[in-house]
């Protein structure tokens, strides 16, 4: 999933200063996994925020797109 540019969205991102990453690959997975059963679970609230929020539809939409590639990955 790193590979996807999507770490942004499911796990913390690496700091500049840091030497190690934050998390490791396995944890990052089971993070994303649940992830995506989070948003299978508030895709309808998802949804009505971003009728409320019509200029944060470009945020959400980023958010989707990673879920999506996150779930091919998976």
Known sequence: ???LGIETYAGR???H???YPRQS???FAVYGQLWIYGMELWADLALS???????KRLF???GF???SLMKQAV
Do not use: G, V, Y
Request: no cysteine; charged share 30%.
């Open 1 to 3: 999933m790193k590979k």
């Open 13 to 15: 991102i690496q700091q």
């Open 17 to 19: 200063q840091d030497n």
């Open 25 to 27: 690959d396995f944890s």
């Open 49 to 55: 925020l971003i009728s409320l929020k019509p200029h």
């Open 60 to 62: 959400f939409k980023r």
């Open 65 to 67: 797109q990673a879920l």
